[in-house]
């Protein structure tokens, strides 16, 4: 017998109940899909009230730090995720977030040998630009812009992005585990790369390899030291030897050019940790940090970077045309290329504007801005007709209401940082209650020299300024130099002053292979037309050219006039030779 309720039976009464919930929950389905494009259009604008909040809140933030010269924009394409801590053991291996940066690709993995693969599928989507001499090549990657006009220097280099990728993985979670400072360089040339105009060649004994991927040359690289069982370096010209093959490993890197990390803000690449740390530390430097360079006053965040930046003030290598010294030879030959190198061939970047030639290719980039850029107007005195004219644009402006507010905000800008102190430059050698005090150190210069005749040593360009404790610049009057430099100086590098001229044609040719322990050697010929006679004549003028003088030397005098002040300090001195009567 069936149930009966209000007349109906039991299964009726509930399928009827079911069709009422379902007929509720497809009426709640339909307000819902109403009311979803008004509740999305309200996200929306609360994100972009969100967004308009936080720019505000950045631009506040950088007027408040305004005054500090190192303050940047943040990083390119920073992520906004934190930094893993990864164990110091595995920093290289775990947890990579390896990006492909190319143009409206936003790959990413943490497996290496499908990135690279990844990347070099990108190498047939190089951007092609037609000129009228040829083919010329771009690089798509973000903040790259490399061009050049062979494909297989754009294999290299595309390829040399995604090892480049994987170190600003490593320095990106290095932040967290490494515990590192921030880094307030410019961050718009972190994916700009070396020039690779040649193939990653090898250079160990009996082996010729070539590569155009950077990272195989690094592996092949590897199993060179894993199959060395004397822990010897076998790179042509090396032979160092050592005791496990950790060292020799860390020691090859030096040779192929290996990187193990990257500052994930600039860029840079480093070979190890203490090197990055040192990168970051030397940008976050504060007065009064403990250590304090007794030369020039510079403060350092460490011992170990007092003691590299004190380098800089011992010269090491002596030019053997003057009495200059050096600290570095870098530093020497950029001496010895400005100051003695003379003849057409020393200037060899023309400038397209003018008859200008300079000796680098940096000075001709700096030279050619000088033409394009707009000189601007010195403002001329107002007269009583201008000063009306100007109160009526004031007040005109004040109607005005559209003007951009980042105009305003970049002339606070500039408003603050004109408020910096200024620096003061003071005589030394004037008495103090009538001491001379400069706004720039060109003008003590011209007081030094037309004033107290002072006079910078032969291959010194200018005078050097440093910070006395007082807060002023004084004139550096001491230079730190190694003893043998100094003996050199004194001793050999008597004779009159003269320069280089490069008017002769040189011939290189090699004299040996390189072994395990010495490398290739090569000696320098003079060209001359006239073959293998002109060849011996050249050399017997030389050597009789020499024997004339080392007899010349041997009979001469030479007087040493000095100009002294009247506190007994030496201002210029001037050298005389003179031979025996």
Not at 340 to 361: E, F, N, Q, S
């Amino acid at each position: 017998m069936e149930k009966k309720i209000n007349g109906l039976p039991e299964n009726v009464e509930k399928s009827n109940h079911g069709q009422q919930k379902l007929i509720r929950c497809m009426d709640w389905l339909h307000k819902q899909n109403s009311l979803e494009p008004k509740k999305q259009f309200q996200q929306n604008k609360n994100d972009i009230q969100f967004i308009i909040q936080t720019n505000a809140d950045r631009k506040n933030f950088l007027l408040s730090v305004a005054e500090d010269e190192a303050t940047v924009p943040a990083g390119v394409n920073e992520p906004a995720a934190e930094p893993k801590n990864v164990p110091l053991h595995k920093l290289r291996v775990e947890n990579l977030k390896l990006e492909c940066e190319w143009q409206a690709c936003q790959w990413h993995t943490s497996n290496y040998d499908m990135f690279q693969k990844h990347i070099k599928g990108h190498i047939s989507e190089v951007h092609v630009i037609e000129n009228d001499g040829g083919v010329e090549f771009v690089c798509l990657w973000d903040v790259c812009g490399h061009k050049t006009s062979d494909l297989e220097e754009m294999t290299r280099h595309v390829n040399f992005h995604a090892y480049h990728a994987r170190l600003l993985a490593i320095g990106f979670n290095a932040r967290a585990t490494l515990k590192l400072l921030s880094c307030k360089k410019d961050s718009t040339k972190r994916n700009q790369l070396p020039p690779l105009k040649s193939k990653h060649c090898c250079m160990w004994i009996d082996c010729n390899c070539t590569f155009n991927a950077i990272q195989d040359f690094f592996d092949h690289m590897r199993l060179h030291v894993n199959r060395c069982e004397t822990f010897v370096c076998s790179w042509a010209g090396c032979g160092a030897k050592f005791p496990r093959r950790v060292l020799l490993q860390m020691h090859v890197r030096s040779h192929s050019g290996e990187k193990i990390i990257a500052c994930y803000h600039c860029g840079q690449r480093f070979s190890c940790n203490r090197k990055l740390s040192d990168h970051l530390r030397r940008q976050n430097v504060y007065p009064n940090s403990g250590y304090r360079c007794s030369a020039c006053g510079a403060w350092c965040a460490t011992e170990y970077l007092v003691r590299e930046h004190a380098r800089q003030h011992v010269s090491a290598y002596a030019c053997a045309l003057c009495d200059m010294s050096a600290p570095s030879p870098a530093a020497l030959a950029h001496h010895v290329r400005y100051r003695h190198l003379r003849g057409p061939g020393a200037r060899a970047h023309a400038c397209p504007h003018c008859p200008y030639r300079a000796v680098t290719k940096w000075d001709l980039q700096k030279h050619i801005p000088t033409h394009t850029h707009k000189k601007r107007k010195r403002p001329k005195s107002k007269k009583s007709s201008d000063i009306e004219k100007s109160s009526e644009i004031d007040r005109s402006s004040d109607v005005d209401s559209d003007k951009d507010p980042s105009e305003e905000e970049n002339s606070d800008l500039e408003v603050q940082k004109n408020d910096k102190p200024k620096k003061k430059y003071a005589c030394h050698m004037c008495p103090e209650k009538n001491m001379k005090i400069f706004s720039r150190g060109t003008r003590l210069t011209t007081h030094l020299v037309n004033v107290h005749g002072a006079q910078w040593p032969f291959g010194h360009s200018r005078f050097r300024y440093q910070i006395s404790e007082d807060g002023m610049y004084r004139l550096t009057t001491t230079r730190y130099e190694f003893l043998e430099v100094s003996k050199k100086i004194v001793d050999g590098y008597s004779w009159p002053k003269g320069s280089l001229n490069n008017e002769f044609e040189f011939d290189l040719k090699q004299v040996s292979e390189a072994t395990e322990t010495t490398p290739k050697k090569f000696e320098i010929v003079l060209k001359n037309a006239n073959g293998e006679d002109g060849e011996t004549e050249v050399k017997e003028e030389s050597e009789t050219k020499v024997k004339d003088n080392e007899e010349a030397c041997s009979n001469a005098v030479e007087i040493t006039m000095c100009d002294v002040d009247e506190h007994g300090n030496i201002i210029s001195s001037e050298v005389i030779n003179s031979h025996k009567i």
